[in-house]
């Protein structure tokens, strides 16, 4: 077959992750000469950036992803995988696949992600779910409905202010964001639509070990956030390192917390599959140690980018996990490829600092862009331009552009459904 | 307080269920001399008739559902409880609940609905759901999106082509659509995205038990009907009565078919609370038979509507179960309760038909409205646009507008995503 006979004579690169850096890999190596195997367990790329608003019933699931086959349906050397990654042969360069046959490659890309790290208490995961995948967000919508219900039918008095207890823990931009859409929730959006409860006194704790929220942002912005938080309802702790969770509490600075449902935004760590890679260098949380061309240390066909990867680049900048370093990496990796290709030379990756953004509530959001740092309604308007652009795919685009408008014209929500009224079954939720 | 004495010397209405039948009956009771409580173990109403959309990856699952509770916003006098009937004590004038306290009436309407029904052949829903819920739909979803991820992933020629063998079983309107809405999936959204399998080959079959499709309607239109789909790559088959249902085999007529997702459009049954209703006189199905002017015989207090009442009407026309009939019948029910309170003689329901329609695929459906025959684009835009006008909600009107033009333009579906790619544990699934 000559599909067969092109293909074998190409080089094969197989790429890890359809995030923000295995999509940025797979666009550039948009190469006649190269040959791509896609891997993700799941079959879309997601906006991770939005999936509070999915957790807290503003978007639905399918505007922030896109299918992952149908974002390289007109790139025809990209054949896109579902698939577990179980192992990674790092000798005989073989990846082995849970339903598939294994694969072989010519050059490896690592864009595993990141998962949520529960700094060791892997056990706390069971009663505080991070914030990750989709999965994730609609599981924590369902429990975030599901309290106001069962504090309206509840009969105990009691009982009804437990229920209305949230619990965030962590105070970067996830946490913050977070913490502010689950206010206006309680306090605006559905506070007229029960009658024995009154959803505006439910209490929402954002939880911080640091001194301060939003690290990234000057004091002064960090400071605003604060502030804005709570004249909006929520309830901050900074210097309070999180010590216990358990079911419906969380300690943490020493203070007992009652939670009806706990969001753990606090840590991440490299994907397990990372542990695989035998001799490769890995950190405590599992994410690896690059070259200065994101190859792995000895291993010149090998290349990790995006969240799995702990780096400081060239010109000593420790490279944040977000959206924008991943899809740099991403590109960085590809063309170290195609100079293999071309019998250039490589390069050192060098992160393009862009700016960072975080939305509070309706019309305030802090943003550090072009040297200059925003607070307020400018910031927010800011960021919301910037998540339409980078969101994937024009019709997710339009869907919740409307959302927005919608959201902000009429106070309203349009994902308020609890889909699946049927019990969770607590191994399966944490399974991970 | 004052809520309570003014709550306690209104008549107290208990609405059971909260679909077309609850809702009619929740609104038409807006009246300060009636206080309302309304039990549905959903916290939305849900738009049954564009389920097959959800299940076929062309709607998001909020798009069709709405909160009750913020249907009810306006009207002070309802409450919403999410929780589930557990009994009905009719002596007692008691509805007995999952979570909160009981309740005691002064009226009841009983507007449970209809439950998928396996003919007396329960152990076939493990392997055939039904469609009936959001839970449902979105399962589907994950199936059908799975198995063409599947087949690509397969090494085995024969198992790739095992993974797109689809049955519908059932020639009514869902069957009808599901079928269709499944081959333009395979055959015109899916056919570029894949490079192992050829979506385009994937075999629907659409079983019926009877001589024709859609026998409600004409012999043209049920014949059109079967040579459209028949065009659109469905396999037909009359005269099909299912005999059995397994892991991946529907036998039907006397022919085995391979199914690696079996949907089950086939029979609908009453809600299993009925069973509870003492003395109440029940068909097989466990629908409930009601006087002319929808009372349970002997109990003038307890009313019954919508999918849940079996019923020839007072002209003798047999009530079908659709959501027209069921909007007629909850107006009709409050109206009664309405009538007592102001000593007025209650009357007999009389169904006016209003028209049935069912839609094919692109472009074609039938129609029977207006005393006349329809079919093709017209009966299209008709169908269409009778489904945005009772679609609850302008945002969920919106979304679904856009989303019909989007696919129509496009070919493409918003909603092809696998939210939870965790393998479901087939207990919780079947549970009802």
């Known amino acids: 077959m000559n599909a067969t006979t092109a293909r074998n004579s190409r080089i094969h690169v197989v790429v890890l992750g359809g995030g923000f850096a295995g999509l940025a890999a797979c666009r550039r190596l948009d190469d006649p000469r190269v040959q791509v195997t896609l891997i993700d367990r799941q079959n879309h790329h997601l906006f991770q ?15 922030i992803a896109q299918p992952l086959r149908h974002i390289f349906s007109d790139q025809e050397n990209v054949t896109t995988l579902m698939d577990d990654v179980k192992r990674v042969d790092l000798d005989a360069r073989r990846v082995e696949l849970g339903h598939g046959s294994p694969l072989t490659y010519d050059y490896l890309v690592i864009g595993l992600g990141a998962r949520t790290g529960y700094f060791g208490h892997d056990e706390w995961i069971r009663h505080a ?40 823990v962590g105070g970067g931009p996830t946490g913050v964001e977070t913490a502010g859409a689950l206010a206006e929730l309680a306090r605006r959006v559905l506070v007229d639509d029960f009658r024995r409860i009154d959803p505006g006194r439910a209490h929402v704790h954002l939880i911080e070990a640091a001194p301060k929220l939003l690290t990234m942002f000057t004091p002064e912005q960090s400071d605003y956030t604060r502030r804005r938080l709570e004249k909006m309802g929520v309830t901050v702790h900074l210097n309070a390192p999180v010590s216990e969770v358990g079911k419906g509490y969380v300690v943490a600075g020493g203070k007992r917390f009652e939670s ?19 001799g490769a260098p890995l950190d405590r949380g599992g994410r690896v140690q690059v070259s200065p061309d994101l190859s792995l240390p000895g291993r010149r066909e090998v290349f990790a980018a995006g969240d799995v990867v702990l780096l400081t680049d060239v010109n000593g900048v420790r490279v944040p996990g977000v959206a924008p370093a991943a899809t740099q990496m991403g590109r960085h990796v590809a063309e170290q490829i195609l100079a293999d290709i071309n019998q250039a030379e490589r390069a050192a990756f060098a992160y393009r600092d862009k700016g960072s953004m975080a939305t509070i509530g309706r019309s305030t959001a802090v943003a550090k862009v072009f040297g200059m740092h925003w607070t307020g309604l400018p910031a927010w308007l800011l960021w919301m331009s910037v998540h339409l652009v980078f ?3 024009m019709r997710n685009r339009i869907g919740v552009f409307l ?30």
């Open 49 to 63: 950036p939005l999936l509070y608003q999915v957790a807290t019933a503003g978007l639905a699931a399918p505007d």
């Open 129 to 168: 779910p991070g914030l990750k995948t989709l999965a994730e967000a609609t599981h924590l919508r369902r429990e975030l409905l599901l309290a106001f219900e069962r504090a309206e039918t509840a009969s105990d008095p009691a009982e009804r202010d437990r229920l209305l207890n949230f619990v965030v």
């Open 260 to 278: 009806s449902v706990t969001i753990w935004a606090a840590g991440v760590e490299g994907s397990p599959v990372t542990r695989t890679l035998a």
């Open 391 to 393: 969101l994937m795919g």
């Open 403 to 432: 959302s927005w408008i919608w959201s902000y014209c009429r106070w309203q929500r349009g994902a308020r459904i609890i889909v699946d009224t049927r019990e969770p079954v607590p191994d399966e939720l944490v399974k991970r």
